[in-house]
């Protein structure tokens, strides 16, 4: 499984951005989609999960209501759309899918990762 992220840059506190992740290859392996993020000097933290099937959603308290995953199954697609943005949002974005049936913020359970695309907020 291949994963392509897209959708960052620079944006002022209080803006929005949409983060896309294409997936590709032996999508049917995969049941969960998340995204993560990891500030520099920082561990990487999860940001939020959604399963293929029936879109149920897991959200890091740190975005819930603000944030938005989604998804889109025709074309293999995860969306981030980020609302009302923080300085402390910024980091770099990786969008990871995992094998297990069951939305999950423990990096450990994802088995596929992509390239990351960063996302900075100005104050």
């Known amino acids: 499984v291949q994963l392509q992220a897209s959708g960052g840059g620079l944006v002022q506190a209080g803006g929005s951005l949409r983060l896309s992740c294409a997936a590709s290859?032996?999508?049917?392996?995969?049941?969960?989609m998340g995204w993560f993020r990891q500030a520099p000097g920082k561990e990487r933290e999860f940001v939020a999960a959604?399963?293929?099937?029936?879109?149920?959603?897991l959200y890091a308290d740190s975005v819930r209501g603000r944030f938005t995953i989604s998804r889109d199954n025709a074309k293999n697609t995860v969306y981030l759309q980020m609302n009302s943005l923080k300085p402390e949002d910024t980091a770099v974005y990786y969008c990871?899918?995992?094998?297990?049936?069951?939305?999950?913020?423990?990096?450990?359970?994802?088995?596929?990762w992509g390239q990351g695309t960063q996302v900075t907020v100005s104050s």
């Open positions: 990871a899918a995992s094998r297990y049936p069951l939305t999950n913020s423990n990096s450990d359970m994802y088995h596929y």
């Open positions: 959604i399963r293929w099937s029936d879109g149920s959603t």
């Open positions: 290859g032996r999508t049917g392996s995969t049941y969960v």
